[in-house]
T-cell receptor, first 111, second 113 residues
Framework: DAGVTQSPTHLIKTRGQHVTLRCSPI?????VSWYQQVLGQGPQFIFQYYEKEERGRGNFPDRFSARQFPNYSSELNVNALLLGDSALYLCASSLNAVGYTFGSGTRLTVV | DQQVKQNSPSLSVQEGRISILNCDYTNSMFDYFLWYKKYPAEGPTFLISISSIKDKNEDGRFTVFLNKSAKHLSLHIVPSQPGDSAVYFCAARPTSGTYKYIFGTGTRLKVLA
């Protein structure tokens, strides 16, 4: 069975650009969450979506947005990239909101 | 404001011995606590969880203990194996919303052969 898949695995962008990260949850999982992990820190919650609706948002600026599609896949969009946005972006899916399964992440580097 | 804290950034243990990883939290409004393991270039992998109404949960070599009065939880790995070498994160789920976890900063465990 395929786990949570994220694309791309690595990405380099320039300050001020926009980026779109993609996530496909485990089959049957309707909940998708996004986390940002900066080097040396634990993952920080960005968004959660369930059945295409935003159920929660972390303390991130409006430059961060996301959506969930009818097939439960999800996109995370970040506008006007800053150097500080460089991080590992993790997508996680869950059946029951306990014990999320994480993907391997997208490593974003902003130069 | 770090609500979930892992004060030991690293831990080294001899193979076959017990590994004890600790986590403290400052907010009583959590209903679930979880431990995740992370290898380099991979996402965190769920290990074990415990409900706030329990004080112990065991799964094979892994046992999590919860001390609510001390706002402290620990993960015991017995016996430790070299393959357990990874970064371990504890996480807590607020009762106010089941939609997010708050993670600690992680403890890097190295099991020496």
């Amino acid at each position: 069975d395929a786990g949570v898949t994220q694309s791309p695995t690595h990405l380099i962008k320039t300050r001020g650009q926009h980026v779109t990260l993609r996530c496909s949850p485990i089959s049957g999982h309707k909940s998708v969450s996004w986390y940002q992990q900066v080097l040396g820190q634990g993952p920080q919650f960005i968004f959660q979506y369930y059945e295409k609706e935003e159920r929660g948002r972390g303390n991130f600026p409006d430059r961060f947005s996301a959506r969930q599609f009818p097939n439960y896949s999800s996109e995370l969009n970040v506008n006007a990239l800053l150097l500080g946005d460089s991080a590992l972006y993790l997508c996680a899916s869950s059946l029951n909101a306990v014990g999320y399964t994480f993907g391997s992440g997208t490593r974003l580097t902003v130069v | 404001d770090q609500q979930v804290k892992q004060n030991s950034p690293s831990l080294s243990v001899q193979e076959g011995r017990i590994s004890i990883l600790n986590c403290d939290y400052t907010n009583s409004m959590f209903d679930y606590f979880l431990w995740y393991k992370k290898y380099p270039a991979e996402g965190p992998t769920f290990l074990i969880s415990i409900s706030s109404i329990k004080d112990k949960n065991e799964d094979g070599r892994f046992t999590v203990f919860l001390n609510k009065s001390a706002k402290h939880l620990s993960l015991h790995i017995v016996p430790s194996q070299p393959g357990d070498s990874a970064v371990y994160f504890c996480a807590a789920r607020p009762t106010s919303g089941t939609y997010k976890y708050i993670f600690g900063t992680g403890t890097r465990l190295k099991v020496l052969a």
